[in-house]
T-cell receptor
């Protein structure tokens, strides 16, 4: 009965080689978020979708893109990964905005060689 | 700006000890307050939440009370277990134009037998 699913759990890519991380949800929530979490730090919001409306955080590098083809799926594309992009990437959903509980997936750990 | 401050870790306790993790916040509006827990290698899970002043959130023996007068949301548990070892994040969220959580830096808890 997994609610927020992330694939793969571990991803290894090469420096500069595009990579896509995926997230799916069975909750039918309006909002989907992507966070980057580096070791021993709080999650850092990269962007979120409210339905089809994309909202980018001001300090998210252009190297990071996202797609939400339908309610259930959301993708994180890293166009040219650098060594500094190695991190845990967390997907989350909420029914509505910030006062609502966010439900997190297990995360994808990205390693850049 | 809006922010969350948590006590620094790591917090190291023996099993059955009393736990307090302090959390204070700065907010211009009336946020909801959350505690999320992250077990090693996993995503975040909601532990408890409170949506208005004097509300008490509770779950799995953990409690926190929304104190508007002291802008605090301290996490407590009367008797910790080894299985409570994790990182705990305090967060606040707003309704309206905000669609994101503001996290504290996290507090690592280690419980020893």
């Amino acid at each position: 009965d997994a609610m927020v699913i992330q694939n793969p759990r571990y991803q290894v890519t090469q420096f500069g080689k595009p990579v896509t991380l995926s997230c799916s949800q069975t909750l039918n929530h309006n909002v989907m978020y992507w966070y980057q979490q580096k070791s021993s730090q709080a999650p850092k919001l990269l962007f979120h979708y409210y339905d089809k409306d994309f909202n980018n955080e001001a300090d998210t590098p252009d190297n990071f893109q996202s797609r939400r083809p339908n309610t259930s799926f959301c993708f994180l594309d890293i166009r040219s990964p650098g060594l500094g992009d190695a991190a845990m990437y967390l997907c989350a959903t909420s029914r509505e905005g910030g006062r609502e509980t966010q439900y997190f997936g297990p995360g994808t750990r990205l390693l850049v060689l | 700006g809006d922010s969350v401050t948590q006590m620094e870790g790591p917090v190291t306790l023996s099993e059955e000890a009393f736990l307090t993790i302090n959390c204070t916040y700065t907010a211009t509006g009336y946020p909801s307050l959350f505690w999320y827990v992250q077990y090693p290698g996993e995503g975040l899970q909601l532990l408890l939440k409170a949506t208005k002043a004097d509300d008490k959130g509770s779950n799995k023996g953990f409690e926190a009370t929304y104190r508007k007068e002291t802008t605090s949301f301290h996490l407590e548990k009367g008797s910790v277990q080894v299985s409570d070892s994790a990182v705990y994040f305090c967060a606040l969220g707003f309704s309206g134009g905000y669609n994101k959580l503001i996290f504290g830096a996290g507090t690592r808890l280690a419980v020893h037998p």
